[in-house]
Nanobody
Framework: QVQLVESGGGLVQPGGSLRLSCTTSGFHLDDYIIGWFRQAPGKEREAVSC????????YYADSVKGRFTISGDFAKNTQYLQMNTLKPDDTAVYYC??????????????????WGQGTQVTVSS
């Protein structure tokens, strides 16, 4: 059974850092496209970053370029999202999602078939 479990969220001050983890099971992470998405209160869910684990190509949303980094540890079947220089606008529930056929370049949530439960990130002083 394919499963994704996010962890690593929490409360952090502006300018701080967090690393989110997406632990996967039931499939080989290096065969899949993984996306990180977020949903802030009262807003629609939006793309953060997507990666094609077959070849390592990555998409970042403009709002996080230069601050967030997506990476993976295939031995641990875990995808990461390193978030630096966090801003209050980054406050949201963060979700990871997986699909075998998604186009990472679009980073469109409708292309992803398996989702985690989400982890809350709050950036506040």
């Amino acid at each position: 059974q394919v499963q994704l479990v996010e962890s690593g969220g929490g409360l952090v001050q502006p300018g701080g850092s967090l690393r989110l983890s997406c632990t996967t099971s039931g499939f080989h992470l290096d065969d899949y496209i993984i996306g990180w998405f977020r949903q802030a209160p009262g807003k629609e869910r939006e793309a953060v970053s997507c990666i094609n684990n077959n070849d390592g190509r990555i998409y970042y949303a403009d709002s996080v370029k230069g601050r967030f980094t997506i990476s993976g540890d295939f031995a641990k079947n875990t995808q990461y999202l390193q978030m630096n220089t966090l801003k209050p606008d980054d406050t949201a529930v963060y979700y990871c999602a997986a699909d075998f056929h998604a186009d990472f370049r679009n980073c469109e949530q409708y292309e992803y078939s398996v989702w985690g439960q989400g982890t809350q990130v709050t950036v506040s002083s």
